[in-house]
């Protein structure tokens, strides 16, 4: 049973650039959620998505925006890179019923 | 608004001794308190959570303390091992928001 998986591992970008990056939840998992993780604090929501539309967003600009495609994966779209936008990016998914949120292993974003 | 302190921010524990982690949260509306492990370069584990209608749950040897008068819950890890070192962090969800708040996280370090 694959759990979450997340691509690319790794990923450095310049100011001003646009980044996307993937998720495939965990199987029978219908919803996916995006945290971002700066270094040495605790992840921050970003956006659910479940039944293909953003159904929470927490404090973030809308450069941020996703996608959450028929199969459950999702994708993150980050435009205008700032260096502050330099943070691990975390996908969780769940079932809709269910509390117990899984994370994927991250994406490492480096803004230069 | 940090909605939920999570303490101490690092932890010293010698082989098979106890750590104990502390968080308390302000938003009375949270109804689910997981613990989530964390090792560089991986994305948080669910280790074990709790609901606010018991005091106490176990799984091996990890043990979640909740205080709802108090607003406090706190994970304890019995007999600790080098392999548990790791960052630890509490979070607090929402009913119908599915939208964790971490902490900031208590990095655990286990001397063999």
């Known amino acids: 049973d694959a759990g979450v998986t997340q691509s690319p591992t790794h990923l450095i970008k310049t100011r001003g650039q646009q980044v996307t990056l993937r998720c495939s939840p965990k199987s029978g998992h219908d919803t996916v959620s995006w945290y971002q993780q700066a270094l040495g604090q605790g992840p921050q929501f970003i956006f659910q998505y479940y039944e293909e539309e953003e159904r929470q967003r927490g404090n973030f600009p809308d450069r941020f925006s996703g996608h959450q495609f028929p199969n459950y994966s999702s994708e993150l779209n980050v435009n205008a890179l700032l260096l502050g936008d330099s943070a691990l990016y975390l996908c969780?998914?769940?079932?809709?019923?269910?509390?117990?949120?899984?994370f994927g292993p991250g994406t490492r974003l480096t803004v230069t | 608004q940090q909605q939920v302190k999570q303490s101490p921010q690092s932890l010293i524990v010698q082989k098979g001794g106890i750590s104990i982690i502390n968080c308390a949260y302000e938003n009375t509306a949270f109804d689910y308190f997981p613990w989530y492990q964390q090792f560089p370069g991986k994305g948080p584990a669910l280790l074990i959570a709790i609901r606010p209608d018991v005091s106490e749950k176990k799984e091996g040897r990890f043990t979640i303390s909740f205080n709802k008068s108090a607003k406090q819950f706190s994970l304890h890890i019995m007999d600790s091992q080098p392999g548990d070192s790791a960052t630890y962090f509490c979070?607090?969800?929402?009913?119908?928001?599915?939208?964790?708040?971490f902490g900031k996280g208590t990095k655990l370090t286990v001397n063999p």
């Open positions: 979070a607090a969800d929402q009913g119908g928001s599915e939208k964790l708040v």
């Open positions: 969780a998914s769940r079932r809709q019923a269910s509390y117990e949120q899984y």
